[in-house]
């Protein structure tokens, strides 16, 4: 497929821009394969025309065109007489929804040239080829390819476990994926247990993702693990080398807790279609707990809902507040931080090792794994660590983004595999570093560039649904790595906590209906003016830095520290 064939019209002049909260804009605007570019046009003291809008066109979400007719009547002079024409035109309104949230509306002259622009940019923006998006064309002259994408591997965080403890070992049981196609080549498993027993383990759980590693507890030396539900079935199947893994976990008499990320009720339905528990009677010192979480069309219709809510400034109080508690949003948030809360409980109170799972383990079981180690683990709230934590827990681990953001809250396509789970991470961070002002190392910018890549990068990062695909696609050969853009000093310092002080202690959020509030940096970012709020950070930011400098002694070092 070549990108000329889906453009239709390249170059349209006199199109106005409109976005909120900012005057219209006026110039030319010209569409490539992976962008739509508006340039303002130039004044009349020689300036050059500026670039206004350079929307990458895989951030389009939906379009919506509208076409008005226009005619007037114009006069001329002939001799002594005066005659008037009718003149016919028409102004087409084509109106962008992106997947960040953004909301653009372009005045286009012409209703051929209005279509042709926005049946251009729907079939570009959903163009199925991984290989054909932007970040494989992407070749930004201060990077290379190879940077960032061996800044966080497995084997790295194998060795801090290592270093505290022999019961673990690093297998490539999964080398060549043919194992489990979502998990990673290499896997954290009990030392005790071979490639063998994996190999049948495997086999007894959906998806081949049997129970491995997820995070190491340093100061008890509990673990919590995931995977995928066991194939037990309605004839109550057993695996006797599932159950030696699992017991491989548990040393003597100690008892761990299963997290199913299901109801009850949903867990023996999924019995009945192949799928099912650990039993008490195959697993004796392994507790089952249930703590069900939406994903799938729930979680994406909630999401829905709360955008279209935020967008609707014609709602009285009383029906922006009944509009906030219908869309469930808040409701998914606490529940994801409770059953996170529950996961980090049983490993720092109990001193139990935890097992997490749902269905497949590739969406809520990532969520609650990943919320309970920035709960429990300091390392996690830095920068660095962070970063390494959403390689290890999302990416590698089989998040699927390919699927999961194939569309945000505005698409009119029918829904298939999209779901906000790793929007519904981010957001339970925010709350973290709302309610912990000084404990986590990163701001809420970083967020909101994680939300955006995931959905639209000319980065690879978030490329693909597994490992394997981004090995067969070679991202790692052929595109940029997100972390080594964000690492550069110039960005990174755009991302810290002005007011982070290192904090060693378990951060336990407060999970409370009246405890929990909409982020409306990213839900009201496009609706509402930020520049008060931004100036005060940049503010915070300036003083941190000016403490930073100071020498000892000054005046203003006391400033720091009240």
């Known amino acids: 497929m070549e990108f000329a064939e889906l453009i239709k019209t390249a170059k349209v002049e006199n199109v106005q821009l409109s976005c909120p909260g900012l005057p219209p804009i006026k110039g030319t605007l010209c569409i490539t394969s992976h962008h739509l570019l508006l340039s303002s046009q130039p004044g009349g003291n020689g300036e050059q025309s500026t670039v206004e809008l350079w929307l990458l066109i895989r ?35 084509i109106t962008l929804k992106c997947k960040d949230l953004k909301v653009l509306q372009l005045e286009i002259p012409g209703m051929e040239e209005c279509l042709n622009i926005a049946s251009s940019t729907e079939a570009l923006s959903s163009v199925g080829s991984v ?55 290499a896997v954290i498993v009990p030392a005790p247990v071979d490639d063998k027993v994996l190999k049948k383990a495997a086999r007894f759980r959906q998806g081949g993702r049997f129970p491995v590693l997820s995070y190491y507890h340093k100061k008890n030396g509990t673990v919590m693990l995931r995977s995928s539900q066991p194939l037990i079935g309605p004839n109550r199947k057993r695996c006797q080398e599932d159950e030696l893994l699992l017991s491989a976990v548990l040393d003597g008499g100690e008892r761990g807790f299963i997290i199913d990320t299901r109801s009850a009720q949903a ?40 955008v279209e809510a935020c967008n609707d400034a014609s709602l009285s109080m009383d029906r922006w507040l ?54 429990l683990d300091p390392d996690c709230r830095t920068l660095t660590g962070f970063q390494g934590l959403l390689e290890r827990e999302w990416i ?88 080594s853009w964000l690492n550069q000093p110039s960005e990174l310092k755009k991302h810290l906590n002005p007011l982070y002080t290192y904090n060693s202690l378990v951060i336990w959020p407060s999970v409370e209906p009246q405890s929990l509030q909409l982020w409306q940096g990213l839900f009201l970012r496009w609706i509402r003016s930020s520049q008060y709020l931004d100036e005060a950070w940049a503010e915070i930011q300036q003083l941190g830095t000016s403490c930073e400098d100071a020498p000892e002694g000054r005046a203003g070092r006391t400033l720091c520290h009240s």
């Open 131 to 185: 290989m054909m998006m932007y970040p494989f064309f992407y070749r930004p002259q201060s990077m290379k390819l190879k940077d960032g994408w061996q800044l966080y591997p497995l084997q790295h965080y194998y060795q801090q476990i290592a270093s505290e403890t022999s019961a673990w070992r690093l297998s490539c049981v999964n080398g060549d994926f043919t194992i489990c196609s979502s998990y990673p080549p």
């Open 267 to 306: 867990a023996k339905q999924a019995r009945m279609m192949g799928g099912g528990t650990e039993p008490k009677s195959f697993y004796p010192h392994w507790k089952r707990l249930h703590r069900p979480l939406e994903r799938g069309r729930p979680l994406q219709e909630s999401f829905i809902k709360l």
């Open 59 to 93: 951030n389009v979400d939906a379009v919506e065109k509208s076409v008005q007719n226009l005619g007037w009547y114009q006069t001329s002079r002939t001799n002594s007489s005066h005659r008037e024409t009718r003149i016919a035109s028409s102004l087409g309104t």
């Open 322 to 375: 009944s509009k906030l508690e219908g869309s469930k949003w808040l409701a998914h948030v606490k529940a994801a931080l409770s059953t996170a809360c529950l996961a980090a409980q049983c490993m720092e109170r109990e001193e139990a090792c935890v097992l997490v799972h749902g269905a497949e383990g590739t969406d809520t079981t990532l969520l609650v794994t990943a919320l309970a180690q920035v709960i």
């Open 396 to 483: 590698e681990a089989g998040h699927p983004f390919h699927f999961r953001c194939a569309h945000s809250a505005y698409s009119h396509a029918r829904l298939k595999q999209e779901a906000p789970i790793f929007l519904l991470f981010l957001d339970c961070v925010w709350q973290l570093g709302r309610q912990f002002p000084f404990s986590l190392q990163f701001n809420e910018r970083l967020l909101l560039v994680l939300f955006e890549h995931t959905y639209a990068s000319c980065y690879g990062t978030f490329l693909c649904n597994s490992e394997k695909e981004r090995c067969l696609c070679e991202v790692k050969e052929k595109t940029h790595s997100l972390w």
